[in-house]
């Protein structure tokens, strides 16, 4: 299960946003890239998905564009809520201060039920999924954050049930967030590329 070769859905592209002072605005970035997986198979791409969206966020773009970089690999369900969480708190610190880009990559296992989209933890025993972060959480987060000018979600993952149920597109994408998935609602997204995911072939762009 995993990643696409040639597909980039994008979701619900709103109105341009008000154009930024330069010196006003900090870009975040949050990289998550699950590979070591305890019930199901392994995507050793992700971590290296991670560290290439690491080195030209960070490093490779024109100083002024360049993102305050997160990255983190291998991830728990406690230590994915405690990334995040902690992300959008660095995000909101300065709120009075700044306007902010946000650019929010998850790679690696994806469970998609009903109306919700799972991204999946290491400890990815799908009995204790209400557990797990929702794609849901992560968009109405971003939304609430007052200072956040646009925000583009990255997602590297499959929106299939392996459970076999019916699913449908049902992410409610307003104002200042866009979301480019891997592939489309209920359908599986495969690993294939080297050394990395052919997903990026589009962001790298996109960056």
């Known amino acids: ?8 859905v994008q979701m619900n592209l709103v109105p341009p946003t008000p154009k ?9 970035a949050l990289l998550i890239g699950n590979t070591h997986y305890e019930h199901s198979d ?14 030209t966020l960070s490093s490779k773009l024109p100083a002024r564009d360049r993102f305050k970089v997160r990255a983190l690999k291998d991830l728990s369900s406690d230590e994915m809520w405690k990334g ?12 009075e201060m700044e306007r902010a880009v946000v650019l ?10 009903g109306d919700t ?3 999946v933890p290491t400890n990815d025993d799908i009995n204790q999924r209400k557990n797990w972060v929702t794609l849901r959480y992560v968009v109405e987060t971003l ?11 990255l997602m590297d993952c499959c929106r299939a049930n392996p459970l076999g149920e019916e699913s449908r597109q049902c992410v409610d994408v307003a104002n200042n967030v866009m979301i480019v998935t891997a592939c489309g609602s209920n359908r599986p997204a495969y690993e294939t590329g080297e050394p990395f995911s052919q997903f990026l072939s589009f962001p790298s762009h996109f960056c």
């Open 1 to 8: 299960m995993k990643r696409t070769p040639f597909c980039v």
């Open 20 to 28: 930024l002072r330069e010196d006003t605005t900090t870009r975040y």
């Open 42 to 55: 392994r995507l050793p791409k992700c971590a290296n998905d991670v560290d290439l969206l690491e080195s």
């Open 84 to 95: 995040i969480t902690s992300f959008f708190a660095d995000v909101q610190r300065f709120q």
């Open 104 to 113: 929010f990559f998850f790679c690696g296992h994806g469970f998609y039920e």
């Open 117 to 119: 989209t799972y991204l």
């Open 143 to 153: 939304r609430e954050l007052s200072n956040v000018a646009i925000a583009f979600l």
